[in-house]
Nanobody
Framework: QVQLAESGGGLVQAGGSLRLSCTPS????????MGWYRQAPGKQRELVAI???????VYADSVKGRFTISRDNANNTVYLQMNSLKPEDTAAYYC??????????WGQGTQVTVSA
């Protein structure tokens, strides 16, 4: 089993920056891909960014050029650096880890609020 602990959310003005962190524990040897998703009120959860075990990254079009996902392979911690934040980035952000055995794990979520 994998547990994910997220941190770094908060309130920021438009144009500001935040960095989210996600630290896994438990069966971390099984983790392959990790990523961030977000869910705004009344909307479906959507992909923000993924970083695969080999280092390949995938971004949603809406965050390309503003957000950067990175991974510290020493402890499997994943970061999401968010710059030039917009009010439409306001959402609960969830860390996800997919294991090499097919299971998927989620963190509890961290709130990001961007004021105009």
């Amino acid at each position: 089993q994998v547990q994910l602990a997220e941190s770094g959310g908060g309130l920021v003005q438009a144009g500001g920056s935040l960095r989210l962190s996600c630290t896994p524990s438990g069966s971390i040897f099984s983790i392959a891909d990790m990523g961030w998703y977000r869910q705004a009120p009344g909307k479906q959860r959507e992909l923000v960014a993924i970083i695969r075990s080999g280092g390949t990254t995938v971004y949603a079009d809406s965050v390309k050029g503003r957000f950067t996902i990175s991974r510290d392979n020493a402890n499997n911690t994943v970061y999401l650096q968010m710059n030039s934040l917009k009010p439409e980035d306001t959402a609960a952000y969830y860390c996800n880890a997919d294991s090499a055995y097919g299971s998927s794990h989620w963190g509890q979520g961290t709130q990001v609020t961007v004021s105009a």
